[in-house]
């Protein structure tokens, strides 16, 4: 009962638990221990809520349904820009995971990605050969993470690698954790194309951790005209720009 009031709320207090729970608050506090101890709760200043690791699941979970129109319009522009007999990277991301079906049309590809559901979707959706990544598995994320997946990618020569973002603005992309910078680095190193998606809410939004200047960029697909001052930064790194909605006036 409580975990399902929890997962709802995000916090309750020791009030609260009482209440619900119609017990004393020594047993309430007990409750509370064994639940902190089972890595269940976060124990608080006067009560409890969801572990930092279920906030993230839910942030993933919560961005995999918001702006999906947008994300499948992004896709589908990326979807095209893929041709026969190429190797290319799918990263883990919520908006790349609508690529796949936009895959139907190209033979002989090499799609490799360190996505759960991205490898599941390629399989449903896709004739390409399909190859994950090896490494711990990250249940928050969806993806496989650590040293293994950063030496696996050593082995391959992408034609072309689709990432999304987390902010974009006119110094550079954005990421919100500082485990995905090496990941990303090296995304760099051994691809011909890197193609950033970022939809119009990803515009002029700096986060914690930046991952490259524009001048390691290749392609930006986005779905809204580009503020004045990243559109000429764009322009002098010769970053291509592709709208998904064709390119919007001046």
């Given amino acids: 009962?409580?975990?399902?009031?929890?997962?709802?709320?995000?916090?309750?207090?020791?009030?609260?638990?009482?209440?619900?729970?119609?017990?004393?608050?020594?047993?309430?506090?007990?409750?509370?221990?064994?639940l902190a101890e089972n890595n269940l709760v976060q124990r608080t200043y006067g009560g409890i809520s969801l572990p930092q690791s279920?906030?993230?699941?839910?942030d993933y979970l919560q961005r995999s349904v918001e702006g999906h129109v947008e994300k499948q319009q992004l896709a589908k522009v990326a979807g095209e820009m893929v041709y026969d007999s190429q190797t290319i990277y799918?990263?883990?991301?919520?908006?790349i995971s609508y690529i796949p079906?936009?895959?139907?049309?190209?033979?002989?590809?090499?799609?490799?990605?360190?996505?759960?559901?991205?490898?599941?979707?390629?399989?449903?959706?896709?004739?390409?050969?399909?190859?994950?990544?090896?490494?711990?598995?990250?249940?928050?994320?969806r993806c496989v993470n650590g040293t293994r997946p950063l030496m696996e990618l050593e082995q391959y020569t992408f034609d072309i690698a689709f990432l999304?973002?987390?902010?974009?603005?006119?110094?550079?992309?954005?990421?919100?954790?500082?485990?995905?910078?090496?990941?990303?680095?090296?995304?760099r190193e051994q691809t011909a194309k890197l193609v950033l998606l970022a939809d119009h809410r990803k515009i002029n939004q700096a986060h914690y951790f930046k991952a490259y200047s524009?001048?390691?960029?290749?392609?930006?697909?986005?779905n809204e005209a580009l503020p004045k001052e990243l559109s000429k930064i764009l322009e002098k790194q010769k970053v291509e720009v592709f709208y998904s909605g064709g390119k919007p006036n001046d």
């Fill in 1 to 34: 009962m409580i975990m399902q009031t929890l997962e709802k709320k995000q916090a309750l207090s020791l009030k609260e638990i009482i209440q619900l729970t119609g017990v004393s608050r020594d047993t309430a506090r007990r409750d509370i221990v064994k």
């Fill in 164 to 187: 999304s973002v987390v902010g974009i603005d006119s110094s550079g992309v954005y990421y919100a954790y500082e485990e995905d910078l090496d990941m990303k680095n090296k995304l």
């Fill in 214 to 222: 524009w001048d390691q960029v290749d392609i930006l697909i986005t």
């Fill in 101 to 141: 079906q936009y895959l139907t049309d190209s033979e002989n590809i090499l799609a490799v990605t360190n996505s759960i559901d991205i490898a599941d979707r390629l399989l449903r959706n896709s004739t390409s050969k399909t190859r994950m990544l090896g490494g711990n598995l990250d249940r928050e994320k």
């Fill in 90 to 95: 799918l990263d883990v991301s919520t908006t």
């Fill in 54 to 58: 279920f906030k993230r699941l839910d």
